[in-house]
Nanobody, 124 residues
Framework: QVQLVESGGGSVQSGGSLTLSCAFSGNIYSRQCMGWFRQSPRHEREGVGTIDGDGRTRYADSVKDRFTISRDEVKKTLYLQMNSLRPDDTAMYYC??????????????????WGQGTQVTVSS
């Protein structure tokens, strides 16, 4: 059984920083894709960043050079360091795992396992 538990969300002013964590357990292996996604009201869920088993990362254009995704296989934790936050980053953030693919795309439909989410609110 796969379990993903996010933490680290909160409220921050524009320009601030937050680090999200996702503790994972179960059948998630180091070679599998993992990623961060977000969803705000009236918007579809969108990919923020992904990381593969070799540490290669992929980011949405809107967060490039501001967000950094990383994973610690010993601690079984996925991270999202978010800097220079903007009000349009406000959303529920989810971590997810794709047990099948090796190319880690930003498409939510590719990911089978999801956490419950953690809310990030950025005020201007």
């Amino acid at each position: 059984q796969v379990q993903l538990v996010e933490s680290g969300g909160g409220s921050v002013q524009s320009g601030g920083s937050l680090t999200l964590s996702c503790a994972f357990s179960g059948n998630i292996y180091s070679r599998q894709c993992m990623g961060w996604f977000r969803q705000s009201p009236r918007h579809e869920r969108e990919g923020v960043g992904t990381i593969d088993g070799d540490g290669r990362t992929r980011y949405a254009d809107s967060v490039k050079d501001r967000f950094t995704i990383s994973r610690d296989e010993v601690k079984k934790t996925l991270y999202l360091q978010m800097n220079s936050l903007r009000p349009d980053d406000t959303a529920m953030y989810y971590c997810a795992a794709d047990p099948v693919r090796r190319i880690c795309e930003l498409r939510p439909a590719n990911y089978n396992y999801w956490g419950q989410g953690t809310q990030v609110t950025v005020s201007s």
